[in-house]
Each structure stands twice: as structure tokens, then as C-alpha cells.
């Protein structure tokens, strides 16, 4: 007997939405069977460091996954009409960058044995600038990635959980509960190992994504490979124009300073690469994931390109922001139910393996920096709760504020943020002086606050737009303010430069 037309209605609409709740639930309870393996028997040396036995392939691969996250999954996509390919610049800096932190900062985190690693500014500077540092650390990992979360709670929301009538902080809690459950005990060892399951089914969801989106315009991969590589929209390098913020010189040397600042001096990044045996293997896997930026950010722009000739060919108009580009076809299942379940997967994974080691490095800075205490296991579990709370009020916070591309807004929050922390590594890697120790806090609040002043008035008084070399100016200035408050001898008596601290 056929069903009432009613019926069959519903079917129609929400078949895709269980498809995609079955996806979620059977990813998650992946992520829960590595969690039990890995969290057995789990100490905070466990929870902290891995007991430094990761192997340096495993923490490379998924480092690959958790650098990209879910906004680049959405943004870069969207950024293809806009801008072209010219991203790619500032991935080419990341490059540079990484190899910047492979040889410069991670033989100084491994000499000195570090869990955190703003411990070396309290050796190098002073308690102030210890406390100064991963002060600064969890503000802009607090903030950034809670924007990136943001966006996937946001599309999922609107694509899933809406039409079932649950409410957004009902999806935001939900989300942010289930990630702490699979992280609370093993920490960062089981993020070293769900990263790399992550990592696979992200990059696995963007190619077959790319294969049906091929297939909807009638194209082999070869032809869209040609399609891709002769469109307007290919452009990678603008050296014409200095006041564009896709400038090559800007895009190429912010994006080696951004990798310095949020890999090479963030906690999230760098404690995962402290898991590594030996120094040796840790510079292995960054150079390795380093390098694999510039093919994976080419795939999720080439993504982008082959959207938009869909749209023309459908006469669908672009949306005006880039960040519904790729959700547009592949969350409304125009492009057929597989996509729909391709695409839940590539943004959960591509999000939760961002979110949850920044929820695990906060958690290790608070209880290692803020309170000293690396050993209490009490305190650890309750801040690592408390941490996923502030998260979850953050993201619910930003549905009100995040307007614009939600990674330009990283990008920027990065800027204003990063810039301190950029400023005081900085001073303690490349001078032999110490520094005023009391006036630190005081120099890293003014330098943000100077780059605003500055890019106001650039502004409006040349139309100059600061775009991501906001983020040298802002550790210049940090830098210049340390410099007026330097002392006469190093801290302890110390007076080494680059190469003496390695050794302090």
C-alpha cells in the first residue's frame, strides 16, 4: 500500500537529516572506542605529554587534520570567487615557517625538557612574562578556536538540528559534551591517535567531494583538473599591487609569522609535537605536515573553483558569504545523499580535531602555568570541565558577533593576540638582555591596543588596510617596549643569545 503523500513527504526531508545524525553518532563512537584504549591506566604525564612515545609519522599525519579545522573545511572554498588562489601565498610561507620552528624553536623546547612551553619566558625573562605569555596563550586559543567551532556547530545546526526543532545551545553544549567525554582521560594521547583517524576521514570526505562535484559538471578528473587550472579564478601571485592585502610579500611573510606564532609559540600545536621520542623525530613530523599544507590547501580552493562553474551552470547566484559556498550544495543534498554524509564527516572531523586538543592544551597550561601544578590530578580534571564549559559559553557567544569569514576573523583575533607572545619569544631568543620584569604585562596590553590606534589611522588617512602583517607589527611593537625596559644582564646572570639559550 503507498504511503499518504504526507508521508512521503517527511521521509523526503528528513531522510537526510538521519543519514547525517547516524554519521555523527557512528563517527563518535569511533572516537570513544580509541579514547578507552588509549586513556587505560592514564596519569597526568599521560594526559600532558603522552609519556613522550608518540610516533612522530602518527602525530604528523593527524597534526595535518588538526591544523586544518573545520574553517578551513568551510572558508577556503568560499575564498576561490573572491580572491582567486591567492591563499596559496601564505601557504607557501607556512613553509618556511615550519621549518623556522622545526630547527630554531624545537631544539630549545626539548633541551629544556618543557611540558609548556612558556615555562622557557620564566627561565628567560621572569615570572611575569611566564604568567604574561600563557595568559595571552589562552585568550587567543580560547577565542580563535572558538570561532572555528563556531561555524560547524552552525552548519550543522541549520542543516540538522533546526528542522528537528532542538535549539542551537541544546547542538552547542551537546557537541562541546561529547568532546570533553573522549578527551578527559587520556588526553594528549588520545588526540595523537583520533587526530590521525580524523585526518583520514577529512581528506578522504574532500576528494570524493571533489569527484561528485566533477561528475555534476559532466567532467572527468582530468577535465577538471584543466577546468581548475584555466579559470580566472586560478590566480596565486599579485606582486602589482602593494595596497591589496593578497599581496605577495604580505600574504607570504604573514604566513610564515602566523606558523611561528600559532604552531611554533602555541601550546595546542607544539604539545603534541613534544609527544615525539626524540628531537630528531619531532622535526621530522613538522616538516613533513609543514609541507603538506600547500597540495591540501590547493585541493579545498580547486573545491571552490568547480563550485562556483556549478553554480553558473545551474544559475544559481554565489552567496555573499563565502562560508555557505561549499554547505550550499553539499549540506541541501543537491548534490545527492552521499555528499551530504561526505560533508558531515569532513567538517566534524576536520573541527573536532581542532577543538579538542585546544580544549586538552588549555587545560595543560592552566594547571602547568597559571597554577603550577603539573601533578594534581584533581585539579586537572576539574579545570578540563570547567575549560569545556567557557568553551561552550564562547561559541554561543560568537553567534552573535562572527559576521564576516570566520577565518579572517581568526586571522585577526591572531594579529591582536599573538603579537605578545610573538614579541617576548623574540626578545628572548635573539637578545642577550633581561628585561624589567614588572612592566612586562603592562608593554603586551599597549602593543595590541597601538595596532589599533595604527590601523585606524592608516585608514582614514591613506586608505592603507592592515591585513595579516598586523601580526609583525603587533610583536615589533612588543618587542620595541621590552627593549626600553631592558636591563643589563640576563636573567640569573645569563647574557645568551639564540644559541646560549638553548643551553640555559
Given at each position: 500500500m503507498l504511503l499518504p503523500w504526507f508521508l512521503r513527504l517527511k521521509i523526503i526531508i528528513f531522510a537526510p537529516i538521519m543519514m547525517i545524525v547516524i554519521t555523527v553518532l557512528a563517527y563518535f563512537c569511533l572516537l570513544f572506542a580509541v579514547s578507552r584504549i588509549t586513556g587505560r591506566k592514564a596519569t597526568n604525564a599521560t594526559f600532558y605529554r603522552a609519556d613522550r612515545c608518540s610516533p612522530w609519522y602518527m602525530v604528523a599525519f593527524g597534526m595535518v587534520g588538526a591544523s586544518i579545522s573545520g574553517v578551513t573545511f568551510i572558508s577556503v572554498p568560499g575564498m576561490a570567487p573572491a580572491i582567486g588562489m591567492t591563499y596559496l601565498?601564505?601557504?607557501?610561507?607556512?613553509?618556511?615557517?615550519?621549518?623556522?620552528?622545526?630547527?630554531?624553536?624545537?631544539?630549545?623546547?626539548?633541551?629544556?625538557?618543557?611540558?609548556?612551553?612558556?615555562?622557557?619566558?620564566?627561565?628567560?625573562?621572569?615570572?611575569?612574562?611566564?604568567?604574561?605569555?600563557?595568559g595571552f596563550f589562552l585568550l587567543s586559543k580560547m577565542a580563535g578556536a572558538a570561532v572555528a567551532f563556531y561555524?560547524?556547530?552552525?552548519?550543522?545546526?541549520?542543516?540538522?538540528?533546526?528542522?528537528?526543532?532542538?535549539?542551537?545551545?541544546?547542538?552547542?553544549?551537546?557537541?562541546?559534551?561529547?568532546?570533553?567525554?573522549?578527551?578527559?582521560?587520556?588526553?594528549?594521547?588520545?588526540?595523537?591517535?583520533?587526530?590521525s583517524l580524523q585526518t583520514l576521514c577529512l581528506f578522504a570526505a574532500l576528494f570524493l567531494i571533489i569527484l561528485h562535484v566533477a561528475g555534476a559538471l559532466g567532467m572527468t578528473l582530468g577535465e577538471a583538473v584543466t577546468a581548475v587550472a584555466g579559470s580566472g579564478m586560478s590566480r596565486v601571485f599579485v606582486f602589482d599591487d602593494w595596497v591589496s592585502r593578497q599581496n605577495f610579500w604580505k600574504q607570504f611573510l604573514s604566513g610564515v609569522f602566523v606558523v611561528v606564532v600559532m604552531t611554533g609559540l602555541d601550546q595546542d600545536k607544539m604539545q603534541k609535537n613534544l609527544t615525539c621520542k626524540t628531537l630528531r623525530d619531532a622535526q621530522k613530523d613538522m616538516c613533513t605536515y609543514g609541507c603538506a599544507f600547500l597540495p591540501a590547501n590547493l585541493l579545498f580552493l580547486s573545491l571552490g573553483v568547480l563550485l562556483s562553474m556549478l553554480a553558473q551552470k545551474q544559475g544559481v547566484a554565489l552567496p555573499a558569504n563565502g562560508d555557505q559556498l561549499l554547505p550550499m550544495f553539499a549540506a541541501t543534498g543537491q548534490l545527492g545523499p552521499a555528499v551530504v554524509v561526505l560533508f558531515t564527516i569532513g567538517i566534524v572531523a576536520a573541527s573536532f580535531s581542532s577543538a579538542d586538543s585546544a580544549l586538552t592544551s588549555m587545560t595543560t597550561s592552566y594547571c602547568v602555568d597559571i597554577r603550577n601544578q603539573p601533578g594534581d590530578e584533581r585539579l586537572r580534571k576539574r579545570v578540563h570541565l570547567l575549560m569545556s564549559v567557557g568553551f561552550a559559553v564562547l561559541v554561543l557567544l560568537f553567534k552573535y558577533v562572527v559576521t564576516s569569514s570566520a577565518?579572517?576573523?581568526?586571522?585577526?583575533?591572531?594579529?591582536?593576540?599573538?603579537?605578545p607572545l610573538l614579541g617576548l619569544f623574540s626578545f628572548g631568543l635573539l637578545t642577550r638582555e633581561a628585561v624589567a620584569d614588572r612592566y612586562v604585562p603592562y608593554v603586551a596590553l599597549a602593543s595590541p591596543v597601538l595596532c589599533y590606534v595604527a590601523d585606524t589611522?592608516?585608514?582614514?588617512?591613506?586608505?592603507?588596510?592592515?591585513?595579516?602583517?598586523?601580526?609583525?607589527?603587533?610583536?615589533?611593537?612588543?618587542?620595541?617596549?621590552?627593549?626600553?625596559?631592558?636591563?643589563?644582564?640576563?636573567?640569573n646572570g645569563l647574557r645568551a643569545p639564540l644559541s646560549g639559550c638553548l643551553s640555559e
Open positions: 601565498q601564505m601557504c607557501i610561507g607556512f613553509i618556511f615557517g615550519y621549518l623556522a620552528v622545526a630547527f630554531l624553536l624545537l631544539p630549545l623546547y626539548y633541551r629544556l625538557n618543557l611540558t609548556s612551553i612558556y615555562s622557557y619566558l620564566g627561565q628567560r625573562l621572569g615570572p611575569r612574562s611566564y604568567k604574561t605569555g600563557a561555524v560547524v556547530c552552525g552548519i550543522l545546526h541549520d542543516s540538522v538540528f533546526q528542522p528537528l526543532h532542538i535549539p542551537f545551545f541544546v547542538t552547542v553544549t551537546g557537541m562541546v559534551a561529547l568532546m570533553w567525554l573522549y578527551t578527559c582521560r587520556g588526553g594528549i594521547k588520545t588526540l595523537v591517535w583520533t587526530d577565518i579572517d576573523v581568526i586571522y585577526t583575533l591572531v594579529s591582536y593576540t599573538y603579537g589611522v592608516a585608514v582614514q588617512l591613506g586608505g592603507y588596510k592592515f591585513g595579516y602583517e598586523l601580526l609583525m607589527l603587533n610583536g615589533l611593537l612588543t618587542f620595541i617596549g621590552l627593549w626600553i625596559f631592558r636591563g643589563k644582564k640576563g636573567r
